[in-house]
């Protein structure tokens, strides 16, 4: 099976698999550890921070560098289950997935999606539109009602 990099995903798939599965700090925290600048600039205001730091994991990980390296070899330890579970699932039966609430999921969201993003197969591009609107759906619900599941690297 071939698999597509970090950086080959699209803006919107690139983003997901980042923001479902990484807090902004924690993304800034392996970027400082690997030396890594993410050309943010000094900002002081919380929200602007935050947005800066997005800004910049965004644009290191559309390119192979050793910090996009790093994050991608960290989506596949994180989400090793979702990907040997994908692995011997039908493609009918991950599209049925797409339909699923996302705590009746077998594995979790952040990990069905980066397991289907990475996956190079072309049937796969139309499960990865699926369940990015799945995730905008349902994280704008989870952000509605207050349910933010925080992953701990």
Known sequence: MTFRALWELGCSSLD???????TWEELHLIADSLGFELDCPPIQDPAARVS???TGVHRACHSANPFSERISRMLDDLHEDAIQRLEATSLDQMCCWCTTAPDKLPVSLAGFFWAVSRDARCDMRRIEEGLLWKIQVDGIRALAFGKVEVIHV
Request: charged share 0%; aromatic share 20%; no cysteine.
């Open 16 to 22: 997901a698999a980042l923001w479902t599965s990484f």
């Open 52 to 54: 800066a730091v997005m």
